[in-house]
């Protein structure tokens, strides 16, 4: 029998999305031409359901840890545990002998994939990556802010951010001298790192200037938990437009209760999705609140959706030609925005100056806006124009090709 190529996904389980992205294009492989992995942390069972994909344990750092060390602006790893999660991740190799790893924010790849010679991708966000098109990077919400206001804040954050990315990297790259690997050379280029870098994401949203050759754009990677759609109505007012709120399994709790506060003044009935991560025991009576719902069926009815600003329930807006209201406080979920608002599909509203007013003036210019109803459905077409799994087939036949272990025979219907 022919070898049919082995596909590692490996991905970091921090959020919900870093898992999904990586799933959905692992689901979406062809069974009888690759043999198929998927392993990650510890993650909610919506995460797979429904995938026929099985978890592979692996080693990942605390989530809820993390979350608070971001908030924090602290870094995430510590170098004893870069160190155990190459070790965990060579002892994977060797049993699963893989033909191409492809990752998700799992940066220790970069060295264990190369200790074996295997080559792999890294998935990352375009507006991540220090090929993006922009002319400077937006401050988080780091507690400098805080203390500085982010007028003041801003002004030294074009000379703090390279220091404060040397850190974030700074055991990565003491694990990378072990190794005998180079520097990463900074957090955005460690974040790219990789013998090819898979964007989910599309040009006409997230532009790059001067892209290296094994660099793509896939395209926008859908997905949806496979739970049924709640029956939307009970207890809200007939014919008021719907606001879908969700701040995903990584956004601030802190804004939410303003933006419930806003949504009960307004004529409008809300989905809010908890992501199972809190309770809700008194809300609004114009809001329905749910665990988990598939985010693109209710998107599809709602006027505009509210997210923490990151890619993952922000594009599955705009896939339904619907403007976003961004409330982030990390720094991707503020580059995830700064894209958007760019694209005049959305708006984005900072976590720590998310006050009723600033809130109430976004929630009415969502509704009332035509410019960002048009912006909204541009970047839908430009989604639709771009299949990411048709993308990703095509760049894994050129990657095994180049290995001499790609394979001709028939796919499935």
């Not at 809300?270 to 998107?299: K, M, S, Y």
């Amino acid at each position: 029998m022919p070898h049919r190529p082995r596909l590692l996904f490996v991905s970091e389980a921090i959020t919900l999305a870093q898992v999904v992205r990586l799933e959905s294009l692992a689901a979406r492989v062809d069974r009888k031409r690759y043999d198929v992995h998927f392993a990650c942390g510890p993650v909610d069972d919506v995460a797979l359901l429904g995938s026929g994909l099985d978890r592979i344990p692996l080693f990942t750092i605390d989530r809820q840890r993390a979350l608070k060390k971001l908030d924090r602006g602290e870094r995430l790893y510590e170098t004893s545990v870069l160190e155990r999660y190459v070790e965990e991740e060579l002892a994977l190799f060797d049993r699963i002998q893989p033909d191409v790893v492809i990752g998700d924010l799992r940066l220790s790849l970069a060295v264990s994939a190369r200790l074996r010679g295997i080559p792999f991708a890294t998935l990352i966000n375009a507006y991540m990556s220090p090929f993006a098109a922009r002319e400077s990077l937006p401050i988080p919400d780091h507690p400098i802010v805080s203390l500085l206001g982010a007028e003041r804040a801003a002004r030294y954050w074009p000379k703090a951010f390279p220091v404060a990315f040397a850190h974030f990297v700074g055991p990565l790259d003491e694990i990378r001298k072990r190794h005998g690997f180079a520097p990463s050379g900074g957090l955005l280029q460690a974040l790219v790192d990789g013998d090819f870098t898979l964007y989910p994401d599309v040009v006409e949203l997230c532009p790059t200037r001067e892209l290296p050759e094994n660099h793509r754009y896939l395209g926008h990677i859908p997905w949806s938990p496979s739970v049924a759609t709640p029956e939307i109505g009970q207890g809200l007012r007939e014919h008021r437009p719907l606001v879908y709120i969700t701040i995903g399994s990584s956004g601030r709790y802190a804004a939410l209760g303003e933006v419930l506060r806003t949504v009960a003044e307004l004529p409008v009935n809300a989905v809010l999705a908890t992501a199972g991560r809190f309770e809700l025991l008194d809300p609004p009576p114009n809001v329905q609140v749910v665990r988990f719902a598939p985010g693109a069926d209710i998107a599809r009815k709602a006027s505009f959706v509210v997210t923490n600003g990151g890619a993952s329930t922000s594009y599955q807006a705009l896939a339904e030609g619907k403007p976003v209201l961004g409330i982030p406080s990390n720094l991707d979920q503020y580059l995830a925005m700064t894209a958007i608002e760019r694209a005049n599909a959305g708006r984005l509203v900072r976590s720590g100056e998310a006050t009723p007013r600033a809130l109430r003036e976004a929630f009415v210019e969502l509704l009332e806006s035509e410019t960002l109803r048009e912006g909204a459905r541009a970047v839908a077409s430009a989604f639709a124009r771009s299949d990411c799994h048709e993308r990703f087939q095509s760049w894994l036949q050129e990657a095994l090709g180049a290995r001499g272990k790609e394979i001709s025979y028939e796919t499935s219907a």
